[in-house]
């Protein structure tokens, strides 16, 4: 099994020294980095195949740090934050994370949420155990979806999406007409269940319209259906 790096940033050290126990015993490498600058320092140098963002640090904010992330690198990222509230998670999701930690964490509930992602991630890379070479294609709307290389072509460009952006489009594009809530979408993409009211899926889904620049087609791919959720018709 090849190495899988990941990146913690956060300027508590005794909180990142845990994280790397648990992840270390997991069987991960990890690289730690206490600012915002010095965790770029490290993306730049080592190949890296997931994030753990502290929100709150001095200097750039793990927000900034996440929009600077996300400019060239569609590697999970997932934030860690004090803040609780619904708007702190919309803010973090919106700035291109895939998930939102709540600290203080338990261990285990967090590395379990790294290996969701990394599962993810892992079939975005051709070099994978799991890549088949089967030419798996849904051509709906205009918009072709490989599921095989992760790749999305709109109107004959290819959008760049993460794991967790391609998952929900897969699963609405797959099951053409058929309207799923948010309730659904979470369940079937996190493979959670939902506890809570949350907003964790409409924030992924204005980020998914907003690369397939939804705001400037008049056939929309997505459609909302009011009060119920959210579907792709054929």
Known sequence: M??????????????????????????????????AAKGLEILGKEEIHLV????MMPGMNGLEMCKKIRESNNIPIIMLSAKSTDLDKI???GTGADDYVVKPFNPLELTARVKSQLRRYTQLNPNSASHQTANN??????MVINKDNHKVIVDEEEIKLTPIEFDILYLLASNPGKVFSTDEIFEKVWNEKVYEANNTVMVHIRRLRGKMKEDTRQNKIITTVWGVGYKIEK
């Open 2 to 35: 090849p190495d899988i790096n990941i990146l913690v940033v956060d300027d508590e050290k005794e909180i990142a020294d845990l994280i790397e126990i648990y992840l270390v015993s997991d069987g991960y490498k990890v690289f730690k980095a206490e600012n």
């Open 52 to 55: 753990l963002l502290d929100i």
């Open 91 to 93: 803010l973090g999701l």
């Open 137 to 142: 294609e849904i051509t709906i709307k205009g």
